[in-house]
């Protein structure tokens, strides 16, 4: 038992913060929750996260995983965070080593998906493989011969802010346009929504809602039931992610894509697009040569097993 | 002198087969160029090749590097290459071992290029860079933690073909639409001249012309002569480059992208728009982090310093 390899993951998001221990066998126990806004200053994070470490003082625990939004594995910083209660560049693994003296690694939120994805979900044993988050936002997580892809500034991978339509939607938190994100996020897909509701004459139970009800699920669950106008809305969506993926695959030449968040939840509704228009605008040799699957991590756990799979990799057992 | 390392480079490309000797200092010397429309069979290019490496069976050599339109590393094949006599997958590298009893290195020709960069050239000491060459086509080789990007199948890196513009131009060879290829090659380039004069009603030199007669080149030489149609013909290509690198840049988060080939010999009338453009479209945390240069290689020898470098960095000294 005591042979066991332990760590946090700790997962910080714009809703909630949620922390657990993890075993390397991909068990997860004592998960906390927190909520984020809570915190309008990242040192009272930190001053909760420490105090609950500390209440595990007789366990042997290598280190502290974090995925945070705009994470920066090389510094340990959250750089510039759009959807946290506190902004600038904030030295949060430097800070909470400090309060609780253990070793901390920190990536950004989709990168810790990716690793644990690699560890104990769908990509166990690929060495190229590209994580998509599909939530909220876009994010991404770029694995190329087994190691995350960080950059020369510790913030590679953010494919959820690569321009897929030019001169196309202004994204309202970054100001760039025509964002992967600003189509194929829970956001991007009710934009598209009211966009198809005002320009096409079909009949669609959806235009019987007001624009502020009209969230990804009812638009998922009016495509169940068979409404032509919602399963274009997914269509269009898969198809933007298609095409967005094979720019992806001859870049990095993935063998595999795995999607995750809300939006993937929607299955086949954005497989199917996504896969036939991925291989539309593949060049022939990257033909039939990457797969998309969605995570194979159970949800609430996914993204502290990720985090905390972060110390697993960077401490020698 | 004998400790000095030696390799041949060769350098497949459409018009022309070079080979020469290449030392690990960067000195180039006994180059030979063959006509590669003489060679209608692969097997016979990998004769004349192994009767001119049997020539110098004096010298020490450590290996055989190629560089090759859609060469694979992993299996030392060339697939389906556009631009080359001969068709489908040969065996190249396993058959000109066979022939003179060399080891044999091959790749895709714009990562031997980046390979020559990293050794020789601008991106020397640099560990995440992307070399772009815009010549006929557009070519790409991906520099991440110091190790050539391959993928999954061995051919990564072909941003050439990455869509720049939904329902754009098509591409003659590919099929493909809106590539980056179809628009900042040399022939993308002409083809957006020929766009331009049908277009814009201002007075240009270029109208004059035949279709047939515009090149890259003289519409090169009438930007330097101040022609505005001109200037906004290297203005737009510049400013489509620019914006295909800043999503290259969210991907990969290189400091560098290094240009080579014909058209980059434009410099600031390609590079201000490309600069200008990449940076205006990069999420905030990538902005200044990531310069474009001109190749540091001397042209003629770019390739095959390239091609050797493959063995330097494969044979164990």
Redesign the interface.
Known sequence: MGNVRKAFGVDIGGTNVVIGLVTENGDVSDVKKFQTKDFNDYRKLIDALSVYIKSFKDECIEGIGIGAP?GNFYKGTI??PANLPWKGITPFAAELTEKCGSKVFLTNDANAAAIGEMCFGAAKGK??FIMITLGTGVGSG?V??G?L???????????G??????YGRKHPG?G?RGSLESYCSAKGIVETAKEFIAKFQSHSPLKFFEEKDITAKLIYEHALKGDALSLQIFEYTGELLG?AF???V??????LIVLFGGLSKAGGLILNPAKKYMEE?L????KN??SIQLSGLPEDDAAILGAASLVFQNVKN
């Open positions: 705009n750089e510039y060495k190229d770029i190329i011969n190691n892809v960080l950059g020369s500034n510790g913030m590679a991978g953010e494919l802010h690569t321009c897929i339509i030019p970054t760039l095409k094979a720019n992806f001859m870049f990095s030449a993935p063998s605008n060049l022939e040799v990257f040569t990457c």
